[in-house]
């Protein structure tokens, strides 16, 4: 069964570094999002992304994030400098569509520790 | 404001007892309701997507139902693998996929 996948599983970084996390969706999949989760609060949309584009960013998504597609299979998203907030699971997802028939499958997540 | 709110937060059942969760919304735009389910430490795991109010989708000993302001979870004779964190979210009209959450239900099935 086609699962997203996401690497690393846990990241440990200094305040201030640049980190990658990377995903790979569901291949026949054309939406990709990032969410972030800090412990034991909601789930939190950040961004959603389609034809190479970003189609809804949250408020939390600012000029420290980025999303890109560098190939055909993987989506990562770039925290510039990070900050202790940060903090948090990070799960990518995918969907055929961004529209109400489509579901939107989770990866196992990345677990950001800043410190 | 869009809001989910999901109750009770934390519910406690014996093996064989059956209950229900609780999703209720107001959001401008509704196009679906997902249930996920959550186990610690792991990515949220889809279960079910309603669309319309008075539809509803089964699958082993779970249930989803949808009214025009809410949603239900019923579990029919819980067994301990069923224990988890249930989470509830809107896809919103804006065809861009973003999902709102409500904090979940966290389960616990005692043998």
């Known amino acids: 069964e086609p699962e997203v996948t996401q690497t690393p599983s846990h990241q440990v970084t200094q305040m201030g570094q640049e980190v990658i996390l990377r995903c790979v969706p569901i291949s026949n999949h054309l939406y990709f999002y990032w969410y972030r989760q800090i412990l034991g609060q909601k789930v939190e949309f950040l961004v959603s992304f389609y034809n190479n584009e970003i189609s809804e960013k949250s408020e939390i998504f600012d000029d420290q994030f980025s999303v890109e597609r560098p190939d055909g299979s993987n989506f990562t998203l770039k925290i510039r400098s990070t900050k202790l907030e940060d903090s948090a699971m990070y799960f990518c997802?995918?969907?055929?569509?961004?529209?109400?028939?489509?579901?939107?499958?989770f990866g196992p997540g990345t677990r950001l520790t800043v410190t | 404001e869009d809001q989910v709110t999901q109750s009770p937060e934390a519910l406690r059942l014996q093996e064989g007892e059956s209950s229900s969760l609780n999703c209720s919304y107001t959001?401008?735009?509704?196009?679906?309701l997902f249930w996920y389910r959550q186990d610690p430490g792991k990515g949220p795991e889809f279960l079910f997507t309603?669309?319309?109010a008075g539809e509803e989708k089964e699958k082993e000993r779970l249930k989803a139902t949808l009214t025009k302001k809410e949603s239900f979870l019923h579990i029919t004779a819980p067994k301990p693998e069923d224990s988890a964190t249930y989470l509830c979210?809107?896809?919103?009209?804006?065809?861009?996929?973003?999902?709102?959450f409500g904090q979940g239900t966290t389960l616990q099935v005692k043998p």
């Open positions: 997802a995918s969907s055929q569509t961004g529209q109400s028939y489509s579901e939107q499958y």
């Open positions: 979210a809107h896809l919103l009209a804006s065809n861009t996929g973003k999902l709102i």
């Open positions: 959001v401008s735009g509704l196009r679906g």
């Open positions: 309603l669309y319309s």
